[in-house]
């Protein structure tokens, strides 16, 4: 059973505002994911760490950053919210050279 | 082209039907290859990992490697409505990268 998680589930902001969207697993997993989702649309790959102090840019272009300062900690700042950044946000994790990915049951999030 | 891509949908089937879900991919070094089912509104969820040529079965779900052809697919047998979602194929590829395909929507009807 993957285990997890994703902070907000659901959030609505105005534009100009700073977020920060959580991503945790306690499954001990070096390698994590964002990906950025539309309704019916691709998943795409915004950002991508391979363990501590390690991240790497997607393959689509993202306003946002990330960190990885802990194994089990991997979370995603908006510096200045707008509306195209309304999506749902999801968060992946794999272990060691494995390429199965589990996910987070998602952040959706509206930026009015 | 794509690096993975996969049957256009969406794709409709009756209730007790075979689906069978396509995709192809152009790294030929690629080794492990995924399906994952997304419900509407919810995160993609695996359900199937296959690394060799061939067949491999779990349940109503069937899925096949062809190296050769860069081809590989997911049958599911007796179709449910609650299979009813968007399947993904994901491949890994030679150079560490996961690459999801855009997906094929299933709907199975009743």
């Known amino acids: 059973e993957a285990d997890i998680y994703q902070t907000p589930r659901y959030l609505v902001i105005g534009t100009g505002k700073k977020i920060t969207l959580e991503c945790s697993q306690t499954m001990g997993h070096d390698k994590m994911y964002w990906y950025q989702q539309d309704p019916g649309m691709e998943l795409h790959l915004i950002h991508y760490?391979?363990?501590?102090?390690?991240?790497e840019k997607g393959d689509l272009s993202s306003e946002s950053t990330v960190s990885r300062i802990r194994t089990e900690h991997f979370p995603l700042t908006l510096e200045s919210a707008r509306p195209s950044h309304t999506s749902q946000y999801l968060c992946?994790?794999?272990?060691?050279?494995?390429?199965?990915?589990?996910f987070g049951p998602g952040t959706r999030l509206t930026v009015l | 082209q794509k690096e993975v891509e996969q049957n256009s949908g969406p794709l409709s089937v009756p209730e007790g039907a075979i689906a069978s879900l396509n995709c192809t991919y152009s790294d030929r070094g690629s080794q492990s290859f995924f399906w994952y089912r997304q419900y509407s509104g919810k995160s993609p969820e695996l359900i199937m990992s296959i690394y060799s040529n061939g067949d491999k079965e779990d349940g109503r779900f069937t899925a096949q490697l062809n190296k050769a052809s860069q081809y590989v697919s997911l049958l599911i047998r007796d179709s449910q409505p609650s299979d009813s979602a968007t399947y993904l194929c994901a491949v890994k590829t030679s150079y560490d990268k996961v690459i999801f395909g855009p997906g094929t929507s299933l709907s199975v009807i009743p």
């Open positions: 760490s391979y363990g501590v102090n390690s991240t």
């Open positions: 992946a994790s794999t272990k060691g050279l494995g390429g199965e990915q589990f």
